[in-house]
């Protein structure tokens, strides 16, 4: 009869310590997911080229025969805001 009151006990157990498993997994996955804290810092924004840095480079591509004349001026007038 001993045996009969050890296997429901066992049984019990067993799920007890899946359940524990488990709930352990599930906050590692939960820590891992959660942006707790930056790991790596990102460096700021490199800074917005200036007007005369863009007409260089407007100029270059114009030279390289990548822009036309219209293409060329079209965007010097936007740069410019005239």
Known sequence: MGLMRRRPLLRAAAVSAGSYAMGKRH???????????????????APAPSNLDQLEQLGRLHDQGVLTDDEFAQQKAKLLGS
Do not use: G, I, K, L
Request: aromatic share 0%; no cysteine; charged share 20%.
């Open 27 to 45: 906050e590692r996955e939960e820590a891992a997911a959660s942006p707790a804290a930056p790991t790596a810092v990102q460096p700021p924004a």
